[in-house]
């Protein structure tokens, strides 16, 4: 008996040193900070409230094209320091849009562990802001041509919403 409680006590000495050990770091270009303090209060509104205070966003050349960007860990309770890491190489969005539904995608594998979600809405439009290789979602017409009608910003409240809950009813534009 006396074994256990020292192996015990041991194992939580051991769990709790590894915690100890880490230390978070926070390093967001400043031209960056708007989209993760918008990314906050999007979350709040939406019934989460937490601070993002384990962060490192970097710009490498060495990232594999074609990819824009990655997070560097989808789990959600583990000491390790979050790193978000773009390809300065290629262009990824043409619009502020583009790039808060870039810089989203990627806060929601950190923070909220969320994988990639190819699925379509019934009338073909991704699903989830957690698809990949679309950043325009909710982006506006790079080149309005003639009638054509290509504003997507009036999908942005759904693509936020399901962000957060991938329970949310699909939108009437979606059906």
């Known amino acids: 008996m006396r074994f256990s409680y020292l192996s015990l006590s041991f194992l939580v000495l051991l769990g709790c040193s ?3 050990d880490f230390h978070s770091v926070y ?4 031209d ?12 709040s509104t939406r019934g989460f409230a937490f601070r993002i205070e384990n962060l490192i966003i970097k710009y490498d050349e060495s990232l594999a094209s074609p990819y824009c960007g990655q997070c560097n860990s ?3 309770n583990a000491p390790i320091q979050k790193v978000i890491t773009i390809n300065p190489n290629i262009v990824c969005w043409y619009s502020n849009e583009e790039q808060e539904a870039f810089l989203f995608h990627e806060l929601g594998h950190c923070f909220l562990g969320r994988l990639h979600d190819n699925a379509l ?5 991704a699903k989830s802001l957690m698809t990949e290789n ?9 080149y309005p ?10 999908k942005r409240p759904y693509y936020l919403d399901e962000l957060f809950d991938e329970t949310v009813a699909v939108p009437e534009w979606g059906i």
């Not at 390093?27 to 400043?30: G, M, R």
């Not at 960056?32 to 303090?37: A, K």
């Not at 041509?145 to 009036?154: L, M, R």
Request: aromatic residues 10%; proline residues 9%.
């Open 18 to 20: 590894e915690d100890s």
């Open 74 to 76: 989808y789990v959600l």
């Open 32 to 43: 960056l900070q708007p989209f993760i303090d918008t990314f906050i209060s999007e979350a």
């Open 27 to 30: 390093n967001v270009p400043a």
């Open 134 to 142: 679309n950043l325009g979602v909710y982006a506006p017409c790079l």
């Open 121 to 125: 809405l019934p009338n073909g439009d």
């Open 145 to 154: 041509i003639g009638d054509e009608i290509c504003n997507s910003t009036f």
